[in-house]
């Protein structure tokens, strides 16, 4: 059954250092997406990409960070200046025609 | 405002009994729900979707409900089994296609 891949699984970082995290959607789906879920928290929304272009953001999603599909497979969420409070797990979702939404396993990123 | 809670933040059932889960919604724009399952470490796995058309969507062990009157969703697990403890989330997608999740309900199966 196809899924969604993410890596790495856990990325550390120090405070103002860019981080990349990687998606590889599902391969026929068109619309992918990026959540996040702080820890103990719920799942939050982050942006929406369909297109080559975002579709919506949430204010979560601000000038710090951007996404980008630099190829036909991958997906990828930069953050260009990390903060302390950027720590969360990072879900990216695809889905064929934007209903259903497959998750990632997530990348746990941890800014020191 | 746009918003999705659920009532009870953990339940307990006995393997074998069935499990209501329950979510309450605010948008009444909202026209499609989903119930996903998160285990620990894990992402959100997909169980059981249902659109604003219809009022009940049977799956495998799995019923959603979904009553527009009062803006609330149910997700009936059948044989609750140990493998369904996890923390269950309901999802709205409010006009466009993100989702907005509710806080989630953590199931405990016991033996």
């Known amino acids: 059954e196809p899924e969604v891949t993410q890596t790495p699984s856990h990325q550390v970082t120090q405070m103002g250092q860019e981080v990349i995290l990687r998606c590889v959607p599902i391969?026929?789906?068109?619309?992918f997406y990026w959540y996040r879920q702080i820890l103990g928290q719920k799942v939050e929304f982050l942006v929406s990409?369909?297109?080559?272009?975002?579709?919506?953001k949430s204010e979560i999603f601000d000038d710090q960070f951007s996404v980008e599909r630099p190829d036909g497979s991958n997906f990828t969420l930069k953050i260009r200046s990390t903060k302390l409070e950027d720590s969360a797990m990072y879900f990216c979702?695809?889905?064929?025609?934007?209903?259903?939404?497959?998750f990632g396993p997530g990348t746990r990123l941890t800014v020191l | 405002g746009e918003s999705v809670g659920l009532h009870l933040p953990t339940l307990s059932v006995q393997e074998g009994d069935n499990s209501i889960i329950n979510c309450a919604y605010s948008?009444?724009?909202?026209?499609?729900f989903i119930w996903y399952k998160q285990e620990s470490g894990k992402g959100p796995q997909f169980i059981i979707d249902?659109?604003?058309?219809?009022d009940k969507r049977q799956g495998q062990r799995v019923t959603v409900l979904l009553n527009k009157t009062v803006k609330h969703l149910s997700l009936q697990i059948a044989a609750t089994q140990p493998g369904d403890s996890a923390v269950y989330f309901c999802?709205?997608?409010?006009?466009?296609?993100?989702?907005?999740f509710g806080t989630g309900t953590r199931l405990q199966v016991f033996p």
């Open positions: 979702a695809s889905s064929e025609i934007a209903d259903t939404q497959y």
């Open positions: 391969s026929n789906h068109l619309y």
């Open positions: 990409f369909y297109n080559n272009e975002i579709s919506e």
């Open positions: 948008n009444s724009a909202s026209d499609y």
């Open positions: 249902i659109r604003s058309n219809m």
């Open positions: 999802a709205e997608t409010p006009i466009t296609d993100k989702l907005i």
